[in-house]
């Protein structure tokens, strides 16, 4: 029998948020605390775009009307611009393109584990810096030293990070990404998050430096999470190389119609009008979590991470009891924590009931 390559067999499956397939008919959840998106869900002009697209045609295997409207709103040449299924599907493909069997790849954790999975995949080896609790806090002078220690081919950096919420200055994303330039290595920074900041970085963070590659998912704050949509951006030599290495036709003609609709001024609006309320509701959240005596750590987006002791029953409980779903963070290395992104303030308020029922019982 063919056996699959060692690097299949050794990488471990994926453990995301959401929903999770045989598991959710056991234990239907009702309201879902463990993805990260926007509550309030799609704008309706992104909705009506993607009832629109045209489903028997080929999509544009260029995706050029997606690379363009971001290119315009973020003020990037066309070719500085690749657009994907999704942020993931960006990430395993520039690891395809970047990454050689043996080669190292620097990943400050805790972190979205997509990233040591797909140099993993590669063959790839995965030099992981563990944070220290109770914040969790990435330190860039350590991952700048670490750069000029371990001169890896990879650097990934989520900003704000997941699932800690830590927001990082531009100048220590220069930092790091000054440190990779000189060492010869790629720093690829995960912008997934960014709209959800009070004070948004913007995309892309360093426009034009050499050394990086930006992620940024639409996924989240458009609550797009069914149709797969993300963009990176980059020099047009690395943005090149992983268009190369993709399947035709990677993102569908109702991705690419989204995506357009969701960087015109009526799906920005969008984000003005929700956003704002998403945070607050993050504040409510974190109050309820102090009265529980459950610690969180100080987070700059719409979720939060929060010390429970044991997360695994935590969980188990207000699934099977309350239909509600959060993040066991264990598959972060962090199996007393949960996450929780604030939802709606009825959907918010039944979370803090549940918690109430279970934590104080």
Known sequence: MIRPRPEVLSTPPAVHGGPAGAADEAAPVRLDFSVSLNAWGTARPVREAILSAHLDTYPDPEALAARRAAGARWNRPVEEVAFGAGSAELIHALCFAFVRPGDTALIPSPT???????????????????????????????????????RPRLVFLCAPNTPTGQPFARDELRQVADACAAAGTLLVLDQSYDAFMREPLGTPALPGHPAVLHLRSITKEHALAGVRAGFALGPAALIGAVERVRPPWPTSSAAQAAAVATLSDAGLAHLGETLPRLRAERERLESAFARLRLPTVRSATHYLLAAVGDAAPLARRLRGEHGIRVRDCTSFGLPGHVRVAARTPGENSQLIAALEAVCCA
Do not use: K, M, N, W
Not at 127 to 143: H, W
């Open 112 to 150: 979205f584990g997509e990233y040591a999975r797909a140099v993993s995949l590669c063959g790839g080896r995965v030099l992981q810096g563990i944070a220290r609790p109770p914040t969790f806090a990435l330190e860039t002078d350590a991952i700048a030293a670490a750069v000029v220690q371990h």
